[in-house]
Nanobody, 114 residues
């Protein structure tokens, strides 16, 4: 069964860092682009970052460029989102997503607050 499991969310102070993890199972991980999305209030999930199967291509939404880094390890079937210089506006539930499979993880909560 295809599955994504996120972890790493926590409460962090402004200016701090967190690393989120997304572990995949049930499909050939290296064949797929993987994205991170986030959701605050309301139903819409907004794109944060995407990485290609080979890691040669990455893309970020403008508000996180220079602060967040997406990476992956195809041997460990894992994608990470390194989040630095966190701001209160980054507070959200963060989801891992494989668009080709329309597969979402369960989400992990990041709270940025003093």
């Amino acid at each position: 069964q295809e599955k994504l499991v996120e972890s790493g969310g926590n409460l962090v102070q402004p200016g701090g860092s967190l690393r989120l993890s997304c572990v995949a199972s049930g499909f050939t991980f290296s064949d797929y682009f993987v994205s991170w999305y986030r959701q605050t209030t309301g139903p819409e999930r907004r794109h944060v970052a995407t990485i290609s199967g080979s890691s040669l291509y990455t893309d970020y939404t403008e508000s996180v460029k220079g602060r967040f880094i997406i990476s992956r390890d195809n041997v460990r079937n894992t994608t990470w989102l390194q989040m630095n210089s966190l701001k209160p506006v980054d507070t959200a539930v963060y989801y891992c997503y494989v668009s080709t499979l329309n597969l979402w993880g369960q989400g992990t909560l990041v709270t940025v607050s003093s």
